[in-house]
């Protein structure tokens, strides 16, 4: 892949033009940091840059068709507003997709429950009611598994039955936790609803030598969008993400305009030069280092084999039955007096070792391509050790709770310990990984009511919106 948009800018550096516009830094030297280089390389729609929202033959047009060539996919368009403006495109554009097929009407979405808040946002936007797909859940750590084609059959069917047209399919693979859906399963049932894969924390699939993980990406899976964070699992800058439509879409010639149309409307009016010159040196960086993601898994697997040596006493490393991304890292308490907010505060305060989340039971820890032998070396050490704290520790203080938690019902707003059997009207949800706990229009039942007192005393925060 050739590097378009950084060679391009380069060459107009070159020319020393005067820059009498966009942005207001004018690439000169502010705060005598690494700041002033990156203004040097911030730039608006001049002429001879091209320009992301009507790309001519330019840097950003032949950027994306190489991205697109990397990847084998039918379109491929980058994201500087993050994966949540490639959601919100591309459940408005399969959306208008349908409304247009199939006008007049009375529709719905088939949503797993454990997605992210972005989608819950987008079905507030256009006004849809779902049905929710239900993966099963772990009831000791409250993960979810993959979505199965049996999943997918009863939603649908439920659809059918209220005689209501799904506008688009929408789950999440791999989820926060690295557990996979059947996509290809369900890609081959699905008629011509579009099915769009939030695939925001496996951008990294693609680039792997191994096939059956390679293929686990939603792109080899005949699914219609998928969306990438690059920057959660690869060396790029955080909000930057990509957008497919995979070549094995039998929607992709429909679905194209629409989502081409969407992703101006999500996407700001004013690019980031940044963030896409980023995004080009990810995608070349990883197309042309396949084989460090060889050696990344290796590292992985020695890591797990290490793991599984030595019986730790008060915690173990995640490893579903299913299908899985065995490069996400989850441990798992074994212990009812230690929770995941514990192992993270342990890790953080005794051997500098910051996780990605912590959850009741469970830590999750986000591993790439760029952790060294090293890196890995220290964290089993480090694990080692705090197996050795956590077994001098018999139980851990839970934070206080009062009863002042007020929630939003559909009668009102009531304290957390009078909600039960109340209709609740927006989102609750703890972020991360910002799944909600409870969603508009279900009823908080006791066991939402134990998750949420279980958050508060751990100390999280509760979010509604």
Not at 379 to 394: P, V, W
Request: charge should be negative; include cysteine.
């Amino acid at each position: 892949m050739k590097k378009y948009i950084e060679e391009t800018i380069k060459s107009y550096l070159s020319n020393d033009y005067k820059p009498w516009h966009m942005p207001g830094h004018k690439r000169k030297k502010v705060f005598g940091s690494y700041l002033d280089e990156l203004f040097l390389y911030d730039f608006t729609e001049v002429p001879g840059l091209d320009d992301y929202h009507h790309p001519e033959n330019g840097m950003i047009l032949k950027s994306q068709h190489e991205a697109s060539l990397c990847y084998k996919t039918f379109l491929t368009r980058y994201l500087f507003n993050g994966s949540t403006s490639g959601i919100l495109s591309s459940l408005y554009a399969a959306s208008s997709y349908i409304k247009d097929k199939y006008p007049d009407n009375k529709y719905t979405a088939l949503v797993a429950r454990n997605c992210h808040t972005s989608v819950f946002n987008a079905l507030s936007l256009l006004s849809i009611d779902p049905i929710y797909i239900y993966p099963s859940k772990d009831e000791y750590t409250g993960i979810y598994k993959g979505v199965t084609k049996d999943d997918f059959i009863k939603a649908l069917n439920e659809a059918k039955d209220q005689n209501l047209i799904p506008l688009f399919i929408v789950l999440t693979s791999p989820t926060y936790e690295g557990v996979f859906s059947d996509i290809r399963g369900i890609s081959k049932i699905k008629d011509d609803i579009p099915l769009v894969v939030d695939e925001a924390h496996g951008a990294h699939l693609p680039f792997l030598s191994e096939k059956k993980l390679r293929e686990s990406s939603a792109i080899y899976a005949e699914s219609d969008i998928v969306i990438q964070s690059l920057h959660k699992t690869l060396p790029s800058l955080t909000q930057t993400a990509i957008i497919h439509i995979p070549n094995g879409s039998m929607l992709k010639e429909e679905l194209k305009p629409y989502l081409i149309r969407y992703l101006s409307v999500f996407q700001s009016t004013s690019p980031s030069y940044i963030f896409m010159q980023v995004i080009e040196k990810c995608i070349f960086f990883c197309n042309e280092n396949r084989d460090k993601f060889i050696s990344y898994y290796d590292l992985i697997d020695d890591f797990r084999f290490n793991m599984s040596l030595h019986k730790f006493k008060n915690f173990h490393l995640f490893t579903p039955d299913e299908d899985y991304d065995r490069s996400r890292l989850v441990l798992i308490s074994d212990e009812d007096s230690i929770n995941g907010e514990m192992i993270s505060d342990i890790l953080s305060e005794e051997f500098k070792i910051v996780v990605e989340m912590s959850a009741d039971r469970y830590v999750t820890l986000i591993s790439s391509v760029m952790d060294s032998s090293d890196d890995f070396d220290y964290l089993y050490e480090s694990l080692l050790k705090m197996d050795e704290i956590l077994s001098h520790l018999n139980t851990y203080n839970k934070k206080e709770i009062g009863s002042d938690l007020l929630l939003s019902t559909v009668d009102g707003a009531f304290y957390l310990k009078d909600c039960i059997g109340k209709v609740v009207d927006r989102y609750i949800y703890v972020y991360p990984p910002g799944i909600p706990i409870v969603a508009p229009g279900e009823e908080i039942t006791k066991k939402h009511f134990d998750e949420i007192t279980e958050m508060l005393m751990i100390g999280k925060k509760i979010y509604q919106n």
